[in-house]
């Protein structure tokens, strides 16, 4: 009798040490629409890294359910490069596309699915047109003082075309220190405050 008393408060001791983690561990929802705003850690080049690159940033503010503190300012957050566009020769934008992955609480990940943050460089396109109108005036120029104007402008021109194809787009570069704001796209799990 006395054995199955202590199999029994055995039993109920092992129940107990599994269980406590499930219930000490209670969750709140951070609802969709939720304003993230983060400092960037670490930095995004659109010439230097490559989509799915992961970045990390904490939080600036706290992150809150109406009242409650559920991650204070300084929690590490990570995110990823969902896109990135170099700017053509001739034409187009650098562009940057980035997004929240997920928030660190306690050690643990804990998944966000955030709204995309998007930089555009200038284009390239703009640019280059001016250096081959530019190529052109200055030909002209030079060409009416040597008695051969349109002899001048085209040579000009294809020196300014020659002058854009080499000039890429601008880089987008995110450094580091950034502020950028996300907004949850949909509800977020995450530990309640104890």
């Not at 400092?39 to 992961?54: A, E, W, Y």
Request: proline content about 4%; aromatic content about 4%; overall charge positive.
């Amino acid at each position: 009798m006395k054995n199955r008393w202590q199999a029994a408060a055995f039993l109920l001791c092992v129940g107990l040490v599994f269980t406590l983690p499930a219930q000490a561990q209670k969750m709140t929802t951070v609802p969709a629409g939720t304003s993230i705003l983060i400092r960037m850690v670490d930095s995004v080049d659109s010439g230097k890294n490559k989509v799915g690159s992961i970045f990390t940033a904490v939080l600036e503010t706290n992150l809150q359910v109406g009242t409650t503190v559920v991650a204070p300012a300084g929690t590490k957050v990570h995110g990823r490069l969902a896109e990135a566009k170099q700017a053509g020769r001739m034409a187009g934008k650098s562009e940057l596309q980035l997004e929240l992955t997920d928030i660190v609480i306690g050690g643990t990940a804990y998944p966000l699915l955030s709204s995309d943050y998007k930089a555009t460089g200038k284009s390239s396109g703009g640019r280059s047109a001016k250096r081959v109108l530019g190529g052109a005036g200055l030909g002209a120029i030079v060409g009416g003082i040597a008695g051969n104007a349109g002899m001048g402008a085209a040579i000009g021109a294809a020196a300014g075309t020659t002058a854009a194809l080499i000039q890429k787009g601008d880089k987008v570069n995110i450094p580091s220190e950034t502020l950028l704001e996300f907004r949850l796209q949909q509800p977020a799990s995450v530990p309640a405050p104890r």
